[in-house]
T-cell receptor, first 112, second 115 residues
Framework: DAKTTQPNSMESNEEEPVHLPCNHS???????IHWYRQLPSQGPEYVIH???SNVNNRMASLAIAEDRKSSTLILHRATLRDAAVYYC?????????????FGTGTRLTIIP | NAGVTQTPKFQVLKTGQSMTLQCAQD?????MYWYRQDPGMGLRLIYY???????DKGEVPNGYNVSRLNKREFSLRLESAAPSQTSVYFC??????????????FGPGTRLTVL
């Protein structure tokens, strides 16, 4: 399986944008890039995903490098509620058989 | 909708005891999963079920068994608990037409301690 590399931890000030990087140099052409986050004492929750183009949704934006070997999750205006562990995950979707391989993720701390 | 529910929320076992963790989803999803998360680690897949009546091993299946009772329910059984199975267990489900855009839905977890 293709691997991802993320910084162990990051800090950001409240109400400022946050850019969370992810390297995935061995990504294959059919791997999707997914981001999940895990709030303290909760299960992970889906944030966003993409394949080749940049993506936006109500939670975040995903910027994907042209060669797809890296991506960046962007939180446009961090709040205290965004403090969580963020996981960047690659996987190939075959109907009924998508397995997420979690790394250790990036622990994001928001400073009031 | 309750989403994904898990019971119990907490459990303490002695080495050698058995127990079953229950999971149910009300989103009509085809696929269900069991993960474990050890302190400071990411989640690791134990077993998954792509559809009712089928189950497959994940990354760390040893010491566990699963049953996909019906489309809604997917249980995880520890036949003879060991201290190495102390962990937080998460159940998840996915499926439907919006599979790609909605990802997997996770339950709140079961915190298991084996003494």
């Amino acid at each position: 399986d293709a691997k991802t590399t993320q910084p162990n931890s990051m800090e950001s000030n409240e109400e400022e944008p946050v850019h969370l990087p992810c390297n995935h140099s061995t990504i294959s052409g059919t791997d999707y890039i997914h981001w999940y986050r895990q709030l303290p004492s909760q299960g992970p929750e889906y944030v966003i995903h993409g394949l080749t183009s940049n993506v936006n949704n109500r939670m975040a934006s995903l910027a994907i490098a042209e060669d797809r070997k890296s991506s960046t999750l962007i939180l446009h205006r961090a709040t205290l509620r965004d403090a969580a562990v963020y996981y960047c995950i690659l996987f190939l979707i075959v109907f009924g058989n998508e397995k997420l391989t979690f790394g250790t993720g990036t622990r994001l701390t928001i400073i009031p | 909708n309750a989403g994904v529910t898990q019971t119990p929320k907490f459990q303490v076992l002695k080495t050698g005891q058995s127990m079953t963790l229950q999971c149910a989803q009300d989103m009509n999803h085809n696929s269900m999963y069991w993960y474990r998360q050890d302190p400071g680690m990411g989640l690791r897949l134990i077993y998954y079920s792509a559809s009712e009546g089928t189950t497959d091993k994940g990354e760390v299946p040893n010491g566990y068994n699963v049953s996909r009772l019906n489309k809604r329910e997917f249980s995880l059984r520890l036949e003879s608990a060991a201290p190495s199975q102390t962990s937080v267990y998460f159940c998840a489900s996915s499926g439907g037409r919006d599979l790609l855009s909605l990802g997997q839905f996770f339950g709140p977890g079961t915190r298991l301690t084996v003494l």
